[in-house]
Nanobody, 118 residues
Framework: QVQLVESGGGLVQPGGSLRLSCAAS??????????MGWYRQAPGKQRELVAH???????TYADSVKGRFTISRDNAKNTVYLQMNSLKPEDTAAYSC??????????WGQGTQVTVSS
C-alpha cells in the first residue's frame, strides 16, 4: 500500500512563496509509473485539483494557479513537489497530495495547511 506524507505548508504573506513536498513510500515500484497531483480545499469550497504531473512529467494546472505554481517530481526520491509563487489570499487551503495508476485519487496524504495572509 502506498503512503503519502506532505510537508512544507505554513503561513506566508501575499506575494510570497512556499514549496510543498509529498514523499511516497510503501511500494517497491516507487512513483515512477504513477500519476501524481496536488489538491486543495478551503472551508466552504469544493476540493480542487491544483496541479497534476504524469509519469512522463507532463504537467497540467488549474487556471487559478497557472503561471504561479509549478509541479515537479523526483522519482529517485519518490517525491513530488509543488512550488507556489506569487501567493494570494485565495490560495489559502489545505493542500493534499494524491497518486494513482492512470489517474490520481487512489492514494492520499493527510494534507498540509497553507495560509496566505498579511
Amino acid at each position: 500500500q502506498v503512503q503519502l506524507v506532505e510537508s512544507g505548508g505554513g503561513l506566508v504573506q501575499p506575494g510570497g512563496s512556499l514549496r510543498l513536498s509529498c514523499a511516497a513510500s510503501g511500494s517497491i515500484f516507487g512513483i515512477s509509473d504513477m500519476d501524481m497531483g496536488w489538491y486543495r480545499q478551503a472551508p466552504g469550497k469544493q476540493r480542487e485539483l491544483v496541479a497534476h504531473i504524469s509519469p512522463s512529467r507532463t504537467p497540467t494546472y488549474a487556471d487559478s494557479v497557472k503561471g504561479r505554481f509549478t509541479i515537479s517530481r523526483d522519482n529517485a526520491k519518490n517525491t513530488v513537489y509543488l512550488q507556489m509563487n506569487s501567493l494570494k489570499p485565495e490560495d489559502t487551503a489545505a493542500y493534499s497530495c494524491s497518486a494513482g495508476y492512470g489517474r490520481v485519487g487512489s492514494y492520499w496524504g493527510q494534507g498540509t495547511q497553507v495560509t496566505v495572509s498579511s
